[in-house]
């Protein structure tokens, strides 16, 4: 059993209270730096969850040679039987939501050995000219509606479009997987659950009940195309997954279902994030764009990588200790929890110089935007590097100025970095 040291109750840094990840982004980077600054990691208690067993707190790894060594060794450092989560949730919750990303070797191996097939690069090279076509598309829209909401208009339109085309989900079904995706990201955001802060310890176990229900449509919805392309073959994703037979192994339909699940969450948040975060950052560091526009595409990838560091979509993820283990001076207990804080690690001054700006030129820059190194990094990275890259080239040659125009109205989440509307304006041409 982890111990709480004194230091955890000493200032208002509290990764445990929802409240500290509404706080603004410059104080909350501010709050990690002086975590990095302190001699060990700090243990958090669990914050109190209906219809789930109470655990014993976690430790936070907030440096980037920690979140690195627990990421490379997945056999001290599991992802079971939760990685996405300070509390194990519930057994009726956990049939849904409980991917590969929550399992170890040989469970993790297996379907990776088969999904990884459907994100090749010769799998990717078929959706290069669609997501060229559909940016394309999205720009003549923004253009003919006018100024307004950035991430309704564009950064959330290219990935789910991609993920659900990719997946063979028909297009009059999009606007609803975006609602039920939101859902299950959003499961802290009064806006997309309906629940208020005032409720106290219901609010979360009505947000748990929310997830189970978008999750349950999710699942639904992968069963129904999974038999339709196990009947009738296409080329798209779905098929090749249902259809999938690596040396005798097949997804079960429970695997289909909650991998099916995270892909079109994964898919479309993060980046979603990093598109609209992009453009926020563009914005409010114009020498950088004009640094960009110089030469695009020579610029192109490491602003991506940039951009991608400083938004950290994802904030973290949670491993579990097999057996004692010391790492940076400290011992950690077999049966504790450690909570990996990447967006931490991608300021950390020990690696990055002047961590908190914005420089698309930055090389090396070893950030852990996608995860850590070892078997949990981003299958979806690639992907996501070609969508930003190529919506920001559109946007950028087609309108010049564009620029965020406004505050952004950030998630409630201690989850996802994202926006949930930005202003934008622009002069159409």
């Known amino acids: ?56 707190g976690y430790w936070a790894l907030v440096r980037h040679a920690d979140v690195l060594e627990a990421s490379r ?29 929550n ?24 959706t290069e000219d669609d997501v060229q076509a559909r940016a394309g598309r999205i720009v003549d829209e923004l253009i003919a509606s006018g100024p307004g909401d950035f991430v309704a208009k564009v950064a959330v339109r290219l990935p789910v479009e991609i993920i659900c085309d990719m997946l063979g989900i028909p297009e009059d079904l999009y606007p609803r997987m975006l609602r039920l995706t939101n859902i299950v990201l959003g499961n802290s955001d009064p806006e997309y659950t309906g629940i208020t802060p005032d409720m106290g310890r219901l609010r979360t176990g009505l947000g748990l009940a929310k997830v189970a229900w978008a999750s349950r449509e999710l699942h639904r919805l992968a069963a129904k195309l999974g038999r339709e392309r196990v009947k009738n073959p296409t080329d798209d994703l779905t098929s090749a997954l249902v259809n999938a037979n690596l040396d005798g192994e097949k997804l079960t339909a429970r695997e289909f279902g909650t991998f099916f699940l995270l892909l079109v969450v994964a898919g479309n948040e993060t980046t979603r994030t990093a598109i609209a975060h992009g453009l926020q950052l563009f914005t409010d560091h114009p020498d950088q764009k004009e640094l960009l526009l110089e030469d695009f595409d020579g610029r192109i990838g490491g602003a991506v990588e940039e951009i991608v560091r400083l938004s ?64 949990h990094f981003c299958l979806g990275a690639n992907l996501a590097r070609r969508e930003i890259s190529v919506m920001f080239k559109e946007l950028y040659t087609r309108l010049p100025d564009l620029r965020a125009d406004g505050e952004p109205d950030r998630l409630m989440s201690s989850f996802i970095n994202g926006y949930k509307r930005l202003p934008c304006t622009f002069t159409a041409p």
């Open 1 to 56: 059993m982890a111990i709480r040291p004194a230091s955890a109750v000493h200032d208002d840094i509290d990764l445990s209270d929802l409240n500290f990840w509404g706080r603004p982004l410059t104080e909350r980077a501010a709050a990690f730096a002086r975590l990095r600054a302190e001699e060990g990691p700090r243990f958090y208690p669990d914050p109190p969850v209906p219809f789930a067993k109470p655990g014993p």
């Open 73 to 101: 060794n997945p056999k001290i450092f599991s992802s079971e039987p939760n990685a996405t989560t300070v509390i194990d949730g519930p057994a009726w919750l956990d049939k849904y939501v409980n991917s590969m990303i």
């Open 103 to 126: 399992m170890d070797d040989p469970r993790h191996a297996k379907i990776r050995r088969i999904v990884s097939r459907a994100f090749s690069p010769k799998m990717l090279a078929k």
């Open 312 to 375: 950290t979509p994802v904030i973290c993820f949670r491993r579990n200790l097999t057996r004692d283990h010391e790492m940076n001076g400290h011992t950690y207990r077999a049966g504790d929890k450690v909570m990996l804080f990447y967006n931490s690690a991608n300021r950390d001054e020990s690696v990055f110089d002047d961590p908190d700006a914005f420089d698309i030129t930055r090389s090396p820059n070893p950030h852990v935007g996608f995860g850590g190194p070892g078997p």
